[in-house]
C-alpha cells in the first residue's frame, strides 16, 4: 500500500525559506515507470494549487521537473533516492504561502496525469 | 483568475441526482486534456473520484460518474447521500499561458 507522508513544518518567518519532505513507503520515487511525484498546497478556504512535479526515470535518464510558473524562481524539488524522499523549498515566502501542503504521486491518464494518492498534509504557517 | 469555473454550492435531498459543472475553455479542456474530480471532506486531503474523464477508481461508488463535452466537464452524483457532503474540484492541464495543472473554484455539495 503507497503511503505519502509530509514533514512537520509549522511556523515560517517571512522572507525565509520554507522545506518540506515527503516521505514514500509502497513505491520507489526512482524507478522507471510513468510516475509522476510533486506538490500541492491549499491555503485555507481555498482550492488546491499545484506546485511542482518530477518525474525520476532512472539514473540514466536525468529526470524531468516541472513548476506552477506562478512560483516558478521561488520553487525547487530535490530527490534523496536514498531514502525515498522528495523535498520542497518555497523562497522569500510571505502570508501568501501560508497552506496546507501537500505531497502526491500523479499517474496518466491519455492526456494528461492526476493526483492519484495524496498525503495527509501540513500545515504551514507564516508569522513573524 | 478561474481557468475552470464552478457553482460555489448545489445540494440535494437523499437519494437526488446532482450534476456539478466545471466550465473550461480552448487551453485546457477544450484543447483536449481530461479532466478528473475530487472529493474533500473537511480537515482530509482531496481524493479522485473520477479520473480521465469517466474512468471512476477502485472503490469510488457507481453512482459517480463523469463527463465531457466541448469546453466543459460534469460530474454526477445518481442517488446522493448523506456522505456525499463535500467539496468537490474538477482539475485539468492548462497550457498557455498556465503550462500547469488547475483545479475548479470548487463545488461545495450539500445533502439535505
Known amino acids: 500500500q503507497l503511503l505519502l507522508q509530509e514533514s512537520a513544518s509549522g511556523l515560517v518567518k517571512p522572507s525565509e525559506t520554507l522545506s518540506l519532505t515527503c516521505s514514500v513507503s509502497g513505491a520507489s520515487i526512482s524507478d522507471d515507470s510513468a510516475h509522476y511525484w510533486g506538490w500541492i498546497r491549499q491555503p485555507p478556504g481555498k482550492r488546491p494549487e499545484w506546485i511542482a512535479s518530477?518525474?525520476?526515470?532512472?539514473?540514466?535518464?536525468?529526470?524531468?521537473?516541472f513548476y506552477n510558473p506562478s512560483l516558478r524562481g521561488r520553487v525547487s524539488i530535490t530527490l534523496d533516492t536514498s531514502k525515498n524522499q522528495f523535498s520542497l523549498k518555497v523562497r522569500s515566502v510571505t502570508a501568501a504561502d501560508a497552506a496546507v501542503y501537500y505531497c502526491?504521486?500523479?499517474?496518466?491518464?491519455?492526456?494528461?496525469?492526476?493526483?492519484?494518492?495524496w498525503g495527509k498534509g501540513t500545515t504551514v504557517t507564516v508569522s513573524s | 483568475q478561474s481557468v475552470l469555473t464552478q457553482p460555489p454550492s448545489m445540494s440535494g435531498a437523499p437519494g437526488q441526482r446532482v450534476t456539478i459543472s466545471c466550465a473550461g475553455s480552448s487551453s485546457n479542456i477544450g484543447a483536449g486534456y481530461d479532466v478528473q474530480w475530487y472529493r474533500q471532506l473537511p480537515q482530509t486531503a482531496p481524493k479522485v473520484v473520477i479520473y480521465g474523464n469517466t474512468n471512476r477508481p477502485s472503490g469510488v461508488p457507481e453512482r459517480f460518474s463523469g463527463s465531457k463535452s466541448a469546453t466543459s466537464a460534469f460530474l454526477t452524483i445518481a442517488g446522493l447521500q448523506a456522505e456525499d457532503e463535500a467539496d468537490y474540484y474538477c482539475?485539468?492541464?492548462?497550457?498557455?499561458?498556465?503550462?500547469?495543472?488547475?483545479f475548479g473554484t470548487g463545488t461545495k455539495v450539500t445533502v439535505l
Open positions: 502526491a504521486r500523479l499517474l496518466p491518464t491519455s492526456s494528461t496525469y492526476y493526483m492519484a494518492d
Open positions: 482539475q485539468s492541464y492548462d497550457r498557455s499561458p498556465s503550462d500547469s495543472f488547475v
Open positions: 518530477f518525474y525520476y526515470g532512472g539514473i540514466h535518464y536525468g529526470g524531468i521537473t
